[in-house]
């Protein structure tokens, strides 16, 4: 006794079949890369043990799955209510079985043993692919309730259609994969499935045949107004239809990964839908760092989960993994330098270069500036020809010696005062923004002055003064920002009050670097600033928390320098900086020590 599945119908034709004493039928077989796959029916209760053979090879099956099958039922007049199972699914580790070859599967059951003969289909075939589509609803939500998809993804790709109208109200895609060098992918998307019908997302690379992720069970839901304005009425209030989900895997640095990358949703009732995913853009460390920001929204909910569990470290492993070689340094001195300086000064230029010229102007009437050596470090090769311009102006103008060290990059603020503090002779180092200004002559070897003689001094910082003369800086301290997911941020106490001369250094947690003072060797135990913090936000309190880790202590000086804060670089236009400065915040309360905040 036999049934074919009725070609009519879509389904496909058993082939060969031939019954045992238990009656049962191979419907198709095929051979995939996780082995060999047979589908069929058998009389029987259950099944204890099941084996293979094609030609020489043999083998067991490692995965049987029973289902029902209503027409091996009706044929046989068997009852639902009193079935055996009917169906089944079986996959035998057989591999490099050509395609005609001839198989045989053998049952052992517990009534009698069962064997059907069949031959191999070619996986390309149409009739085979849309004769096991024909059974995949009885077949699949079984496969799916007993093993874990991603054992199975050879046959699930097979049987997975392309996302479209068919699958109604469920609805997603993909956008390209973000590659993080070899730790693992960001990837963003959106998904509609107002029903709940996804169980899962898989991110796969056809290449390397590799299943990266489930999506559905890293991701975190993001807003997203296009989606949402499209699926009016489909989605409730409050669904958010966006996504973004790190996958941390090792190997997607590899040539090609994220050139072939596609995407599986498997559905609850079986059915399976495949988005190929379209080339990751070629895109340099900062452009992914850009990439990665504009993916949320500061005010958006759950922004503490997707800083700690996607962005950051998603961006984290991008810039970790950036290519690192010592920039080319062309040097220009103005001036003849002094032979053996005691302080050295460092001064960042980006962006905005013109502070320069204000810089010498107060520098020059200073006579201590004479014995100290000044260093300016252009951190953008797009102003290096205009800023060198005004260099060799402001040279003739002032006649203070100063140099100009330039290349062809943007290293951060970090990357520029540690290729500045390289090649500094000073024995002290002081890092000072472009728009700090000195109120008073003398203020360099005040603070080296003040550096040597306080107790167990590691680092001192200074008052920093508005235009006005109200206090900007008197020392850090650090406070949670609800609106940024309460991650610890560093704040100025007094910010904004009349300033009064004290006269006294305090010790404090933390001084900021627009004007920081610390022996270049404490400076080189360090490792200098730490390159890690994009641009240019929380080096300096991460620095003071280091050396405050060693036994150094950390003081504020009373040394007035007027600071034009912020004007030394231009943020117009650029709203994703202030998404770095909060990823560098998240950074920041990684590193820190358990007492540091204190204040909420």
């Known amino acids: 006794m036999k049934l074919n599945w009725n070609r009519k119908s879509g389904a496909l034709a058993a082939l060969m079949p031939s019954a045992g004493v238990a009656p049962c039928c191979i419907d198709a077989a095929v051979s995939l890369a996780d082995g060999l796959w047979?589908?069929?029916?058998?009389?029987?209760?259950?099944?204890?043990?099941?084996t293979?053979?094609?030609?020489?090879?043999?083998?067991?099956?490692?995965?049987?799955?029973?289902?029902?099958?209503?027409?091996?039922?009706?044929?046989?007049?068997?009852?639902?209510?009193?079935?055996?199972?009917?169906?089944?699914?079986?996959?035998?580790p057989v591999h490099g079985l050509p395609p005609k070859s001839a198989i045989e599967l053998q049952f052992q059951t517990s009534e009698s043993p069962a064997t059907a003969k069949a031959e191999l289909a070619d996986p390309a075939q149409t009739d085979f692919a849309n004769g096991l589509r024909a059974q995949w609803p009885l077949i699949g939500p079984a496969l799916i309730r007993a093993h874990d998809p991603v054992g199975l993804m050879p046959l699930l790709r097979l049987m997975a259609t392309p996302i479209g109208d068919r699958f109604g109200k469920f609805q997603f895609f993909v956008e390209p994969a973000i590659s993080t060098g070899n730790e693992g992918l960001l990837v963003n998307g959106w998904a509609v499935d107002p029903d709940r019908e996804l169980r899962h997302l898989y991110l796969s690379c056809s290449r390397t045949g590799r299943v990266l992720g489930d999506l559905a069970t890293h991701w975190a839901r993001t807003p997203r107004a296009d989606v949402s304005e499209r699926h009016v009425g489909t989605l409730t209030v409050g669904q958010d239809p966006g996504f973004i989900a790190w996958l941390p895997c090792s190997g997607t640095?590899?040539?090609?990964?994220?050139?072939?990358?596609?995407?599986?949703?498997?559905?609850?009732?079986?059915?399976?839908?495949?988005?190929?995913?379209?080339?990751?853009?070629?895109?340099?460390?900062?452009?992914?760092?850009?990439h990665v920001l504009r993916l949320f929204t500061e005010s958006q909910p759950r922004l503490g989960d997707i800083l700690e569990s996607h962005v950051g470290p998603?961006?984290?492993?991008?810039?970790?993994?950036?290519?690192?070689?010592?920039?080319?340094?062309?040097?220009?001195?103005?001036?003849?330098?002094?032979?053996?300086?005691?302080?050295?000064?460092?001064?960042?230029?980006?962006?905005?270069?013109?502070?320069?010229?204000?810089?010498?102007?107060?520098?020059?009437?200073?006579?201590?500036?004479?014995?100290?050596?000044?260093?300016?470090?252009?951190?953008?090769?797009?102003?290096?020809?205009?800023?060198?311009?005004?260099?060799?102006?402001?040279?003739?103008?002032?006649?203070?010696?100063?140099?100009?060290?330039?290349?062809?990059?943007?290293?951060?603020?970090?990357?520029?005062?540690?290729?500045?503090?390289?090649?500094?002779?000073?024995?002290?180092?002081?890092?000072?923004?472009?728009?700090?200004?000195?109120?008073?002559?003398?203020?360099?070897?005040?603070?080296?002055?003040?550096?040597?003689?306080?107790?167990?001094?590691?680092?001192?910082?200074?008052?920093?003064?508005?235009?006005?003369?109200?206090?900007?800086?008197?020392?850090?301290?650090?406070r949670r920002l609800a609106r940024w997911a309460g991650l610890p941020v560093n704040i100025h106490p007094g910010k904004g009050l009349s300033y009064v001369s004290t006269g006294q250094s305090r010790q404090v947690s933390g001084v900021t670097a627009a004007c920081m003072t610390i022996h270049r060797k404490l400076y080189q135990e360090l490792g200098g600033l730490d390159e890690g913090f994009i641009l240019g936000d929380f080096e300096d309190s991460d620095m003071c928390f280091r050396a405050s880790a060693k036994g150094?202590?950390?003081?504020?000086?009373?040394?007035?320098?007027?600071?034009?804060?912020?004007?030394?670089?231009?943020?117009?236009?650029?709203?994703?900086?202030?998404?770095?400065?909060?990823?560098?915040?998240?950074?920041?309360?990684?590193?820190?020590?358990?007492n540091a905040v204190t204040s909420k």
């Open 38 to 50: 047979i589908v069929g029916w058998v009389l029987a209760a259950d099944i204890k043990s099941t």
């Open 52 to 92: 293979v053979t094609a030609g020489t090879t043999r083998g067991d099956a490692d995965l049987i799955v029973r289902y029902w099958r209503q027409d091996v039922a009706d044929h046989f007049g068997i009852e639902r209510g009193n079935r055996p199972l009917l169906g089944f699914v079986v996959r035998v």
């Open 253 to 290: 640095s590899d040539t090609g990964v994220t050139d072939h990358l596609y995407a599986l949703a498997v559905l609850k009732d079986g059915r399976i839908a495949r988005q190929d995913i379209k080339p990751s853009p070629a895109l340099g460390p900062m452009a992914s760092v850009q």
């Open 314 to 478: 998603a961006i984290d492993a991008i810039w970790r993994h950036r290519t690192r070689s010592e920039p080319r340094l062309a040097r220009q001195d103005f001036g003849s330098a002094p032979a053996a300086p005691d302080i050295s000064v460092i001064v960042p230029l980006y962006g905005r270069y013109d502070f320069m010229r204000h810089q010498l102007a107060v520098f020059a009437d200073d006579p201590a500036m004479e014995r100290v050596e000044l260093i300016y470090v252009i951190d953008d090769p797009n102003i290096t020809t205009p800023a060198l311009q005004l260099a060799e102006e402001l040279s003739g103008l002032f006649r203070l010696p100063f140099s100009v060290i330039s290349y062809n990059e943007n290293l951060g603020f970090a990357g520029a005062n540690n290729v500045a503090a390289r090649i500094a002779r000073g024995r002290v180092l002081i890092l000072l923004n472009s728009d700090v200004m000195p109120v008073k002559p003398g203020w360099a070897p005040a603070l080296a002055e003040q550096l040597a003689s306080l107790p167990e001094a590691g680092i001192v910082g200074t008052t920093l003064l508005y235009e006005d003369g109200s206090l900007q800086h008197a020392g850090l301290q650090l």
């Open 552 to 594: 150094h202590k950390i003081y504020c000086a009373d040394v007035p320098m007027y600071h034009l804060e912020r004007q030394s670089q231009s943020l117009a236009g650029d709203s994703w900086k202030h998404k770095v400065t909060l990823y560098n915040c998240w950074r920041h309360s990684k590193r820190l020590p358990a």
